[in-house]
């Protein structure tokens, strides 16, 4: 065991989840990224293929939008599945890092990028934070998510829930009209910024080019439907159902922001604006609006659940910043060199779907709506 001087040094929660555990582990600039899934009912039908869909959604084919790190990403699934089907054991999935470039980040060891986490880490995990590419701390893990979420969403699927992501806004430029949920399936990701509105996706590809040419970095925000979930999901006190979606987003990197349905605009509502009123339609009971984003009391209300995440400005961006060097406890100027997004926003799409459906996955488990055996569903 390793002290410090406050106590233990350990990068010690790696697994999240009651029913379907996910543990993730790798490094940006080690041998590989994976995830092991423990918890997932047998008898899902799952090959290479289903996570390797999820995956590419991650890199959009427009190079000049994301980092210049190319990597293939071709997964490997290593056990949980026999003749095709998951066996009810933990399944280990994994991606080897091919692309990793030597000494490609030696300048940030002693001047932490602002806005990165280099200088929080530095500190508390001293020689062994592994700074490469940020290490554990680096957009990369969210690969893990991906493959993690992949197999969540298909088990979802089975259950008629349906996960969608798509960039709102990105660098100031909005999305100009509420897109259909048809249109979010088949147009997202025909666009590089992942925004099924074909003019507001040039918009914000613009603005994420702009920002790159004066070496800068633009943020924005990524909106997540999730359609048929049944009324009642979710654990008061406290593993309410959007307390858990919003853990999830917040532990994916430079996500500063979570709302539901009205979100904040709610805090300026009235309660005869902010309620929503109930109907039936069609022998249903539904609500006219859905401020609440699909949750109530922490439980889902029956209507579709609908959650923003804001996503801050890469940080690691070539304009000049004051940095201190830690090694002559001196103030310096820092330029940040080595391969980044110039906007996270795109790959963070597939990110914040996969991290959303994991909590629905974990919640649908431990209500006893997804059984521990799939038995006659394909
Ligand atoms: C998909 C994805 C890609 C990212 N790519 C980069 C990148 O290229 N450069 C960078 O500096 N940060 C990148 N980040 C953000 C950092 O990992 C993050 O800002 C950092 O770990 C600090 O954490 P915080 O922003 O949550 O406080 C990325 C994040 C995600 C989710």
Redesign the pocket.
């Known amino acids: 065991m390793i002290y410090s001087r406050w106590g233990r040094i350990s990068l010690e929660s790696n697994s999240v989840g009651k029913e379907f555990v996910i543990t993730c582990f790798g490094e940006s600039h080690g041998r590989c990224v994976g995830v092991v899934v423990d918890g997932c009912p047998a008898g899902l039908p799952l090959s290479e293929r289903d996570v390797q869909k999820e995956l590419d959604k991650r890199i959009p084919p427009q190079p000049e939008i994301v980092?210049a790190r190319r990597e293939k990403d071709i997964v490997e699934i290593l056990s949980g599945t026999f003749n095709g089907l998951t066996t009810g054991a933990p399944i280990c999935t994994l991606v080897w890092n091919k692309e990793v470039i030597p000494g490609e980040y030696d300048l940030i060891k002693d001047t932490p990028?602002p806005?990165?986490?280099d200088y929080p880490a530095r500190i508390k995990y001293g020689k062994f934070y592994d700074y490469r590419g940020?290490g554990r701390?680096?957009?990369r893990i969210?690969v893990a998510f991906v493959m993690a979420g992949a197999i969540a969403k298909k088990l979802l699927g089975l259950f008629g829930v349906e996960v969608l992501a798509y960039a709102t806004e990105i660098g100031n430029v909005k999305l100009r009209a509420i897109p259909t949920l048809k249109k979010i399936r088949r147009d997202t990701y025909k666009t590089a910024v992942r925004c099924p509105d074909l003019e507001s996706a040039k918009e914000m590809e613009e603005a994420i080019l702009k920002a790159k040419s004066e070496g800068d970095s633009v943020g924005g925000i990524v909106e997540c439907i999730v359609s048929n979930v049944p009324v009642g999901v979710g654990e008061p006190l406290f593993d309410s159902l959007d307390a858990d979606i919003a853990k999830m987003l917040f532990d994916?990197?430079?996500?500063k922001g979570v709302e539901f349905g009205a979100g904040f605009e709610a805090a300026r509502l009235k309660g005869s604006e902010n309620n929503d009123a109930y109907v039936i339609r069609e022998g249903k009971i539904v609500t006219l609006t859905n401020n609440a984003g699909g949750v109530l009391g922490g439980l889902s209300s029956g209507m579709p659940i609908l959650v923003r995440a804001a996503i801050?400005p890469?940080?690691?961006i070539s304009k000049e910043q004051k940095t201190v060097d830690l090694s002559k406890m001196e103030e310096t100027l820092i330029r940040v060199k080595g391969r980044?997004?110039p906007c996270?926003v795109p790959?963070?799409v597939p990110?914040v779907e996969s991290a959303v459906a994991i909590v629905l996955v974990d919640h649908m488990l431990r209500a006893g709506i997804i059984p521990k055996v799939l038995r006659g569903r394909k």
């Open positions: 980092s990028r806005g990165h986490a940020g701390f680096s957009g969210t994916v990197p430079a996500v801050k890469t940080p690691s980044h997004d996270i790959k963070a990110v």
